[in-house]
């Protein structure tokens, strides 16, 4: 039974109907294809079925004989579930049909999308900072988009870490570099929440094979922070269909979190199992060197000119986020600007009281020692205690960790929160979890969500 028209924008169906004819092309001859499918079109889409407008009654009779079990194929193929393919005698003009109906919602070289999220122009590789807590992600991303060919083990690339450690940066530099070095290439680059109210919309419109034309029809997708996914049932269904129709059609797939796959909880194991298939990479925090070189960068690019001592003191006092590393510089410029005084550290001190109280405010030895033992599901009186079995030692020494990381503590000082121990035993502690961090990177995350819950 036939449903009601859909609402099908004629561009998705024209995207729909060019990714049909290179399938076909493969399929059959170059003379068998002019022969039949001149003038051919997707007339319409409805639901679970896509109907082809022939404008020839025995031409149309000759493909719905030979032909509309292929079309099916193909169709059901590109969406990623089963299709009928229905073939109808069609009085739509050629020119009409040919007619371009604007841009479409995916980035090309050469057009700007209307309805997905734009690339800034300004996230490319060359504007990104490199530090040791960004390289491998950053070698990774720029191999996956200088490549002309998919690479199974880079297919998906996952790409986590906290809030504002430049992940959106690196994703759109991805998309950037494709279209500067691949003509032709088809992008789409949109936030996890924006895929789900566009799918909510299709829904409301009845246009649900559309939504689904214009996501499984591209070269790249790229979602940022697929978190925002969790617990949304139809749409984990939806984009597991879509992951599989562009994974079985080696296209590349570019994801980012801020967790690793195993700990985004609320999404189905097939889906989770997939986000692993490919290359998992995580950024961290920037260490020092790495925050002066952001902030000297973006002095540069704004031609400004700012002390080295006001510099450290930002880098020193905000240390887990690029994004408010970069938002304390422009205050810093802001005043610089409005009051016409060159900022020394003293002034720099007042204005970014609110930064700093945001990053390191009430980050006390007791509130990480509280953070530490929610997450570890444990007692705080067992981080403060001397048992040594290891689910009560490795908490107690990450919290350790965490102390002299986040406070301006001594080893001494923080000893004496921990029970009175020797400031030998902090030393410890802090040497061997960052040791470990070096090569454990499920440790590295884990610490990272542990300096985010306690800084925030």
């Known amino acids: 039974m036939i449903c009601e028209p859909l609402n099908a924008g004629a561009s998705n169906m024209r995207a729909l109907w060019k990714q049909t004819q290179g399938r076909l092309r493969e399929l059959i001859s170059e003379e068998e294809y002019n022969d039949w499918f001149e003038n051919v079109h997707i007339e319409e889409i409805r639901d679970e079925t896509v109907i082809f407008g022939i404008p020839s009654g025995y031409r149309r009779d000759y493909i719905e004989e030979n032909y509309q079990s292929l079309l099916g194929s193909i169709i059901s193929s590109l ?3 089963p299709i009928r393919a229905e073939i109808l005698l069609s009085d739509t003009p050629v020119e ?24 800034n122009e300004h996230y490319t590789f060359t504007s990104y900072v490199v530090g040791a807590s960004n390289k491998i992600a950053h070698a990774a991303a720029e191999a996956i988009a200088q490549e002309s060919s998919i690479k199974p083990y880079n297919n998906p690339f996952f790409l986590y870490g906290g809030v504002g450690l430049g992940k959106t940066h690196l994703m759109q530099a991805i998309g950037n570099e494709v279209l500067k070095l691949h003509t032709g290439k088809r992008v789409a680059y949109l936030s996890a929440e924006q895929f789900v109210n566009l799918f909510i919309d299709a829904i409301k419109r009845n246009d649900r094979l559309s939504f689904q034309a214009t996501f499984r029809n591209v070269d790249v997708l790229l979602v940022d922070d697929i978190q925002f996914l969790e617990g949304k049932e139809s749409t984990l269904e939806e984009f597991f269909h879509t992951f599989n129709a562009l994974h079985n059609r080696r296209k590349q797939i570019v994801i980012s979190s801020d967790r690793p796959p195993k700990d985004i909880r609320s999404i189905q194991d097939r889906l989770r199992s ?11 925090p920037p260490e020092f060197e790495h925050r002066m070189a952001i902030l000297r960068q973006k002095c540069e690019n704004i031609n400004a000119d700012v002390p080295d001592e006001v510099l450290e003191f930002i880098a020193n006092r905000i240390r887990s986020s690029v994004r408010e590393l970069e938002g304390a510089l422009s205050k810093i410029m802001a005043h610089t600007h409005i009051a016409e005084e060159r900022v020394d550290v003293e002034t720099a001190g007042k204005l970014l009281g609110e930064f700093s109280d945001h990053s390191q405010k009430d980050v006390t030895i007791e509130r990480i020692q509280r953070k530490v033992a929610d997450y570890f599901n444990i007692k705080t009186a067992d ?19 965490l102390s002299r990381k986040l406070t301006r503590h001594s080893f001494p000082e923080i000893g004496t929160f921990f029970g009175n121990k020797d400031h030998t ?4 502690a802090h040497k061997k979890i960052s040791k470990e961090m070096e090569t454990d990177t499920d440790l590295r995350a884990m610490i990272q969500r542990l300096t985010d819950s306690v800084a925030y």
């Open 425 to 428: 035993t902090i030393m410890f």
């Open 96 to 119: 009409e049909w040919n007619e371009p109906e604007g841009r479409t919602a995916i980035h090309t070289e050469t057009d700007t999308p209307l309805e997905l999220e734009p690339l």
């Open 274 to 284: 997939r986000f692993e298939w490919g290359l998992i990479v995580d950024i961290e």
């Open 79 to 81: 969406l990623g579930e």
């Open 383 to 401: 981080i403060m205690g001397s048992s040594r079995s290891r689910s009560i030692a490795k908490p107690r020494q990450i919290a350790m960790y």
